[in-house]
């Protein structure tokens, strides 16, 4: 999905006002940019049912280069990780269903 496709889902799924693309665009782009501003003030951002984000940092380390095998300095970064909702991840990919185990057989 496209961010276009996503703001024209805002267009056709909201009910309660008609939205033009600008005002869609807008609350796609607000709703994205507050989710950025949590992750980097807070260090998270929870949303229930949909998951968590989370700011990761990464220490400086000693790697090596895997052409020559010399070792190099790896500076400190950071990253954004997501961790799924349990009810995401059913609606997303429902679990197969469990098999039933075999009645054992009494030696005789």
Known sequence: MTKTDFVRRIRTETTKASLTQEAATE???????TIKTAIKDEQSFRFPGFGTFNLKNRPARTG???QTGKPIKIKESH???????TKLREDVAPAPPKRKKAAKKKSS
């Open 27 to 33: 609350i796609a782009d607000l709703v994205f940019d």
């Open 79 to 85: 990253t954004v990780t997501f961790r799924p909702a």
């Open 64 to 66: 090596r280069n895997p």
